[in-house]
């Protein structure tokens, strides 16, 4: 997401109930279901989604442009997953069969793990966006900047049953070259954007609409979010513009890598 200050008093909030929800409700649902308690296994990520295989490394440059080539969007969702706001976004793209990149936070990914597993088995990607979504790390010594990126890799990895994020997003684009090349050695593609659609300032839903199509000049990557606060007018947006962008002859992939 884009360097928001009242961004950091929601995430401190999130973070505590989000790891209080992981050792209460985590622990008494998604762990027993592994354990063998007759709950339904998770849904399993196709293969086109992330493969489950060793980090290789991947280019350290940010990556701004799309796979889907000259009329290719890039969808990303930051800052979740989130109980409420995801599966309104996972009902969106999966009715206008559009696939997205979700931007997560390590201790929402660990505190909701089914969420986890629903986005990549519907095909989307993952990308570690940090543990405390820190948008100063840029100022912050290399020993904290790999904590931030390599717990949160971890929790996302182990929240998704396996299945590791292809790419990495600075909070607030506070990308160093120590933290690309780490990110990029763990075969996480360093991640930018080129349009804010401001969801996070909640301007309306319309103004959204109004400003992707105004900035999609400036690159393929679009930025929402699906957590940090009410992301009603995000869903609103999104219902509108993901018809109107196909309509135009748009079409939806992933960022390169």
Known sequence: MGRHDSGRGWYGK????????????GGASVWTAQAGTGAPPAAKAPATAAPRTPARPVDASIAHASDAGPRGLNLTID?????????????????????????????????????????VAAGH???DHSVSHDTAM?????????????????????????????YYRAPGGAFTPYSR???????????????????????????MVETVG?????????LFHDAGGDRTQTVAALRRLLPQLLSQGYEFGFPVR
Not at 93 to 98: E, G, I, N
């Open 79 to 119: 800052d979740g997953p989130d109980p409420t706001w995801t599966p309104q976004v996972l009902e969106l793209l999966r009715k206008h069969r559009v696939k997205a990149t979700f931007c997560m936070v390590g201790p929402q990914a660990k505190a909701y793990p089914d969420l986890v597993k629903k986005v």
């Open 181 to 207: 090349g780490l990110a990029a050695d763990r075969g996480m593609r360093p991640l930018g954007w080129n349009v804010d659609s401001k969801d996070f300032q909640r301007p309306g839903a319309a103004t």
């Open 125 to 127: 990607r993952l990308c």
């Open 14 to 25: 999130a973070v505590g109930a989000a790891l209080g929800v992981a050792l209460l409700a």
């Open 138 to 166: 840029d100022k912050k010594s290399p020993a904290y900047q790999k904590q931030q990126i390599l717990d949160a890799e971890r929790m996302i990895t182990e929240a998704s049953g396996g299945v590791r994020p292809m």
């Open 214 to 222: 105004r900035e999609l000049r400036n690159g393929p990557t679009i």
